[in-house]
Structure formats: C-alpha cells, structure tokens
C-alpha cells in the first residue's frame, strides 16, 4: 500500500510540474503576441492620422 502511495505521489509531482511548465509557456506565448498586436494597432493607428 505505501508503493501505491509513492507511486501516485510521483505522478502527481510529474503532473503538477507538467502543468506549471505549459501555464508558464503559455503566458510567455500570450505576452509575445500582445507585443505583436499592440505594435500592429500602433502602427495602424499611425497611418490613420
């Protein structure tokens, strides 16, 4: 019983770091394209004027 326990701990450690890496991907993605699309509208905006 205590190898069950060992086992599910280590699957959830794996899953916990697992999912903290994709959030932390995600949000570098999320920030990229921000960056990309405010610097697009400015440029828009630009041309506007």
Do not use: A
């Amino acid at each position: 019983m205590e190898s069950l326990y060992f086992l599910l701990g280590t699957c959830m450690f794996i899953f916990i770091f697992y999912f903290l890496y994709e959030v932390v991907r995600l949000r570098k993605e999320v920030n990229t394209l921000n960056g990309i699309v405010n610097h697009l509208l400015k440029d828009n905006s630009e041309e506007k004027q």
